[in-house]
């Protein structure tokens, strides 16, 4: 007598973040149901207190790693997880808590804590596959919903995630928008930014603020030239790459090479 087919079991982790990413999930609404259909949710907190031991065939991990707790918990994650994707820029870059990783976190400790003797925190704020390996990485802060229900179709049906990994430039010509850097001398991130978000600052007029991290093979240099002939300053070239990504390496990287 043949065995009842499983469903893939789903199950999202949550490590250092603000829960954006996981949220993004609850808010597909319509589609929630049908991700309900494929998959078992064998754990997710944010959804439900149960929970189904064992090994999972698709972890989504959110949020970096800040203490030493969080790195020993990853790695148990990672053995029982089949395939492992992290979402958001927590998890792919290590967030904007990565702000710590270019000061002094026992300076800040003393100055916001009463008693920072009690507080147990590493240095730097790092992201997930600095620990462990990592299947897929998706982008963003927050993920956009339709991508994150294509990575878990296509990983509960064993393909390929089809996310593309062009800048948000790309994404602003297929809306019909005008430059807003070349007819406005508005500073944009825009040529160096991972597509996702749909361009969606620079259709109401705005600059990119790199949300979604640095596209494959940046030439951040090169848009820093730029940037500087618009008036950027020295000082706001290092800060426009030390947001949600600081940590990512092409943004860390050229913000380090205009530090006061």
Same mark, same amino acid.
């Given at each position: 007598?043949?065995?009842?087919?499983? %469903?893939?079991?789903?199950?999202?982790?949550?490590?250092?973040?603000?829960?954006?990413? +996981?949220?993004?999930? @609850?808010?597909?609404?319509?589609?929630?149901?049908?991700?309900?259909?494929?998959?078992?949710?064998?754990?997710? +907190?944010? #959804? !439900?207190?149960?929970?189904?031991?064992?090994?999972?065939?698709?972890?989504?991990?959110?949020?970096?790693?800040?203490? *030493?707790?969080?790195?020993? &918990?990853?790695?148990?994650?990672?053995?029982?997880? &089949?395939?492992?994707?992290?979402?958001?820029?927590?998890?792919?870059?290590?967030?904007?808590?990565?702000?710590?990783?270019?000061?002094?976190?026992?300076?800040?400790?003393?100055?916001?804590?009463?008693?920072?003797?009690?507080?147990?925190? @590493?240095?730097?704020?790092?992201?997930?596959?600095?620990?462990?390996?990592?299947?897929?990485?998706?982008?963003?802060?927050?993920?956009?919903?339709?991508?994150?229900?294509?990575?878990?179709?296509?990983?509960?049906?064993?393909?390929?995630?089809? #996310?593309?990994?062009?800048?948000?430039?790309?994404?602003? %010509? &297929? &809306?019909?928008?005008?430059?807003?850097?070349? *007819?406005?001398?508005?500073?944009?991130?825009?040529?160096? !930014?991972?597509?996702?978000?749909?361009?969606?600052?620079? !259709?109401?007029?705005?600059?990119?603020?790199?949300?979604?991290?640095?596209?494959?093979?940046?030439?951040? *240099?090169?848009?820093?030239?730029?940037?500087?002939?618009?008036?950027?300053?020295? !000082?706001?070239?290092?800060?426009?790459?030390?947001?949600?990504?600081?940590?990512?390496?092409?943004?860390?990287?050229?913000?380090?090479?205009?530090?006061?």
């Amino acid at each position: 007598m043949s065995r009842p087919h499983r %469903k893939p079991r789903l199950a999202v982790w949550k490590f250092a973040s603000c829960d954006g990413c +996981q949220l993004s999930l @609850l808010d597909c609404e319509d589609e929630l149901m049908a991700v309900a259909e494929r998959v078992e949710i064998a754990y997710f +907190q944010e #959804v !439900t207190r149960g929970r189904i031991r064992g090994v999972y065939d698709l972890s989504l991990v959110e949020g970096s790693i800040t203490t *030493a707790h969080d790195a020993e &918990r990853i790695r148990e994650v990672r053995r029982r997880s &089949r395939t492992l994707v992290t979402i958001g820029a927590c998890a792919t870059a290590g967030g904007i808590q990565a702000l710590r990783n270019f000061a002094d976190v026992e300076g800040f400790v003393a100055a916001v804590y009463a008693r920072p003797e009690y507080i147990a925190t @590493l240095a730097r704020s790092t992201a997930i596959a600095d620990h462990v390996p990592v299947d897929f990485e998706l982008r963003g802060c927050p993920v956009d919903k339709r991508q994150l229900l294509e990575v878990v179709s296509a990983f509960t049906a064993g393909r390929r995630p089809a #996310v593309r990994s062009h800048s948000v430039c790309i994404e602003c %010509k &297929r &809306r019909g928008n005008i430059c807003v850097m070349t *007819a406005h001398g508005t500073p944009c991130l825009g040529p160096v !930014t991972h597509a996702g978000c749909g361009a969606l600052c620079p !259709t109401y007029h705005r600059g990119c603020y790199g949300c979604f991290g640095p596209m494959e093979s940046p030439n951040s *240099a090169a848009l820093s030239d730029w940037l500087a002939g618009l008036g950027v300053d020295r !000082t706001d070239l290092c800060r426009v790459y030390r947001t949600f990504n600081a940590n990512a390496d092409a943004f860390r990287e050229e913000s380090e090479r205009h530090e006061p």
